[in-house]
């Protein structure tokens, strides 16, 4: 029989192991992925409708409204949507939901790159090219949704 050090040892390792396996290989359950993810959709959509708040979408025209708060508006949004990602993105779970996640990303990082351009679009006061990349966004959205996760 061994020493007790090394028996002790061996429990360790025997029960790390099977804790290991109990957990999926060390990573998050499917439950416990969804719960984070939701969570910072959650949080990001508050974000989203406190960046939008006073601002009238409907009333909006994109050939005649003046351009200076829509671009602190997308400014804000481009911002919250990348911090949004990149925190998606962090989020460990099982290589489907992980997957589910990626392509979201991928999905969210089009949109920024279509948001820097809109904001390009109407710094510069182009109002045919803000319209071409809003209508690109709309198009995005449709195929993918915007809900390829709980409020987001």
Do not use: Y
């Not at 439950?31 to 409907?58: P, R, W």
């Not at 989020?91 to 948001?115: S, T």
Request: charge should be negative; aromatic fraction near 4%; charged fraction near 20%.
């Amino acid at each position: 029989m061994g020493t007790p050090s090394r028996t002790l040892a061996a429990t360790a390792t025997v029960a790390g192991l099977l804790l290991v396996g109990a957990c999926g290989n060390g990573r998050p359950s499917h439950t416990a992925f969804a719960t984070k993810v939701d969570a910072i959709c959650t949080s990001s959509a508050q974000q989203h409708q406190a960046a939008s708040k006073g601002f009238d979408f409907d009333s909006f025209n994109p050939d005649t409204s003046d351009l200076a708060p829509l671009i602190l508006i997308i400014e804000k949004h481009v911002a919250i949507g990348r911090l949004t990602a990149h925190r998606i993105d962090a989020v460990k779970g099982p290589a489907a939901d992980e997957a589910k996640a990626d392509q979201w990303v991928a999905n969210a990082n089009r949109l920024h790159q279509l948001g820097d351009q809109e904001l390009a679009a109407l710094r510069n006061g182009d109002r045919a090219t803000f319209k071409t990349l809003a209508r690109q966004e709309d198009d995005l959205h449709a195929r993918h949704g915007d809900s390829m996760f709980k409020d987001c």
